[in-house]
């Protein structure tokens, strides 16, 4: 029993290493010559993505207003109002967090808004877009459609993911900024 058992082993291992073989061997080969073929992984620069940065506010300062690329330079973040303006509402636009809805007049936390846009251009392990290219994904998103953009992101009370307290400060550093800038004009 035991020597027929062994000897089918032996055919069937037989056949499909005739039946197999030559399709695994070509595909090995292919794999080879492919592998000869790409690159060798670039080394580590770590100046690529300052001057990735660079680039992403290059394009933020021709794409939003001069206001809105002077609050994003001194204060980190833009803020953009909600609707035509005149709803009471206003959004933050931080680099790599949630969009932040708050109430212009009382200055209350209203949602968080989570969306993301990850870099494809190349394949990377780190797929995250420069700072200012984040904001201004988001900047353009709110502007194109805001309605759209609200509809499909992640929503969250105020303090999920970003800080109240935080915000609340980024609030008052941004209505003192805003001050500054009108006394400035005046």
Aim: hydrophobic share 40%.
């Amino acid at each position: 029993m035991t020597l027929l058992f062994a000897t089918s082993l032996i055919v069937l291992g037989t056949l499909t290493f005739v039946g197999f073989g030559p399709a695994l061997a070509e595909r090995w080969r292919r794999r080879q010559l492919r592998r000869a073929a790409d690159p060798p992984p670039s080394a580590y620069d770590p100046g690529r993505e300052r001057r990735a940065e660079v680039r992403a506010r290059e394009l933020l300062r021709s794409v939003v207003s001069a206001q809105e690329y002077s609050m994003y330079a001194e204060l980190g973040f833009i803020a953009v109002n909600g609707g035509n303006g005149e709803r009471g509402y206003a959004y933050l636009l931080y680099p790599h967090r949630p969009i932040v809805a708050y109430d212009t007049h009382s200055g209350d936390l209203l949602n968080e808004y989570c969306v993301a846009f990850p870099d494809r251009s190349e394949p990377s392990p780190r797929q995250r877009l420069p700072d200012a290219d984040d904001v201004l994904a988001k900047w353009m998103s709110l502007r194109a459609g805001e309605r759209e953009l609200i509809s499909v992101a992640n929503m969250h009370v105020p303090g999920r993911q970003v800080d109240p307290g935080q915000v609340r400060r980024d609030l008052i550093r941004l209505r003192e900024w805003r001050a500054r800038r009108v006394d400035a004009v005046a």
